[in-house]
């Protein structure tokens, strides 16, 4: 059974950092592309960060490029999110996803609130 399960949000002030962890089970991690995504509410669930199955590739949405870095660590079965000068506008509930073959993952989501 495939787990993935995030870790790591909270309450920040603007400008603070968080760093999100995915821990996964039960597939093939170092064969799966893994990404970020979140939802605010009230909007639609948005894109935030992918990375290449070695790390070697990554792509952020314009609203986070320069301030959250996606990285990953195939020895641990590890994903992360490392999310610095915050915003405001960055509250979301945050969800890892992973995609192998044809199948696509999601865990439950930790929520991230950007808030003085």
């Known amino acids: 059974q495939v787990q993935l399960v995030e870790s790591g949000g909270g309450l920040v002030q603007p400008g603070g950092s968080l760093r999100l962890s995915c821990a996964a089970s039960?597939?093939?991690?170092?064969?799966?592309?893994m990404s970020w995504y979140r939802q605010a509410p009230g909007e639609e669930r948005e894109l935030v960060a992918v990375i290449s199955l070695a790390g070697d590739y990554t792509n952020y949405a314009d609203s986070v490029k320069g301030r959250f870095t996606i990285s990953r660590d195939n020895a641990r079965n590890a994903a992360y999110l490392q999310m610095d000068s915050l915003k405001p506008e960055d509250t979301a509930v945050y969800y890892c996803v992973s995609r192998y073959s044809a199948d696509t993952y999601w865990g439950r989501g930790t929520q991230v609130t950007v808030s003085s």
């Open positions: 039960g597939l093939p991690f170092s064969s799966s592309a």
